[in-house]
């Protein structure tokens, strides 16, 4: 199993909503990743969880919130956002470092449009 | 400043032909490089990875080639299908440093097979 799933698949939301993306991997993984991607660009990293503990922030402002309920959960809860916020969320997922391996597998992505 | 540089934002190839996408990176630390399939609205998809202690990695139709002296490594696809048309990205990452085993990804390069 190689699969990363992210709920929902589109969302839609006012500035002064809150909402929150969530992402769920069973490949006993132990790094997992938020992106955010914009038309046309790479992926861009927001933040980083290793062994469910927030290790890399890349200045993300305060309105992204993520949280690692357990090594198989992760979630990105959204308040006051802004319109420049729409864009494609993309979670991800690696084996633990020791491995050799740096593979991330990413999920499908929501896609968020803020109005 | 990029350094992972992908300087091809486009190539079409005719199908049954070799498609070759280049990427150049600028960290003379970065110790391992994997290539990534993404269609629109779709997560990435990661394709072949390839370690800075060899200079070639083969799966099927997808060989990446590694030239650490040039930091130049490139993706081969033989031969083109159809279905191999998405954007291609090239991501590079470091053991060590401050951004150890995360991803540095390129702009990305469209590759259109026609039929």
């Not at chain 1, 006051?80 to 491995?99: I, N």
Request: overall charge positive.
């Amino acid at each position: 199993d190689t699969e990363v799933t992210q709920t929902p698949k589109h969302l839609v939301m006012g500035m002064t909503n809150k909402k929150s993306l969530k992402c769920e991997q069973h490949m006993g993984h132990r790094a997992m990743y938020w992106y955010k991607q914009k038309a046309k660009k790479p992926p861009e990293l927001m933040f980083v969880y290793s062994y469910e503990k927030l290790s890399i922030n890349e200045s993300v402002p305060s309105r992204f919130s993520p949280e690692c309920p357990n090594s198989s959960l992760l979630n990105l809860h959204l308040h006051a956002l802004q319109p420049e916020d729409s864009a494609l969320y993309l979670c991800a997922s690696s084996p633990p470092g020791g491995q050799g391996i740096r593979e991330q597998y990413f999920g499908p992505g929501t896609r968020l449009t803020v109005t | 400043d990029q350094q992972v540089k992908q300087n091809s934002p486009s190539l079409s190839v005719q199908e049954g032909r070799i498609s070759i996408l280049n990427c150049d990176y600028t960290n003379s630390m970065f110790d391992y490089f994997l290539w990534y399939k993404k269609y629109p609205a779709e997560g990435p998809t990661f394709l072949i990875s390839i370690s800075s202690i060899k200079d070639k990695n083969e799966d099927g139709r997808f060989t990446v080639f590694l030239n650490k002296s040039a930091k130049h490594l490139s993706l081969h696809i033989v031969p083109s299908q159809p279905g191999d048309s998405a954007v291609y990205f090239c991501a590079a990452s470091e053991r060590y440093g401050g951004s150890q085993g995360n991803l540095i990804f390129g702009k990305g390069t469209k590759l259109s097979v026609k039929p």
